[in-house]
């Protein structure tokens, strides 16, 4: 799973959300305190509601750098959590993406938690 981190965080460092998008599922459920202000509330359901809201999410900062510390996978429950530095338009902070796949591969379910803003 280091490998779809590394690929999941250079996707978003080309800010390429397409890329990002093609490991959703189209049925995903996304929760994350930053869509509450960006989309009016904090759970995103379905992959184009989601594609709108990153977008929109991009559209409103300059620069975006994600730096992978490093990955936890559990392969009994098919969850994922991605440990990572995030620098945006130059605020620090470190954030855990947790997400949980389905059967074939895709993410079903992902909640992102964001640490102190100010960390580097």
């Not at 359901?45 to 409103?60: E, F, P, S, T």
């Not at 994600?66 to 936890?72: G, I, K, N, Y």
């Amino acid at each position: 799973m280091e490998s779809f981190a590394a690929r999941w965080a250079a996707a978003w460092n080309r800010r390429d959300v397409e890329a990002v998008l093609a490991h959703f599922r189209d049925d995903i459920v996304f929760t994350s305190p930053t869509a509450l202000a960006v989309a009016g509330a904090a759970t995103i359901h379905g992959k184009q509601a989601l594609r709108d809201y990153w977008n929109a999410a991009l559209a409103a900062i300059g620069t975006l750098h994600f730096t992978v510390d490093h990955v936890l996978w559990d392969p009994s429950r098919r969850e994922l959590a991605i440990v990572y530095d995030s620098r945006i338009d130059g605020r620090d902070r470190r954030v855990s993406e947790n997400m949980t796949f389905d059967e074939g591969g895709l993410v079903a379910a992902a909640e992102v938690f964001h640490g102190v803003t100010g960390i580097g």
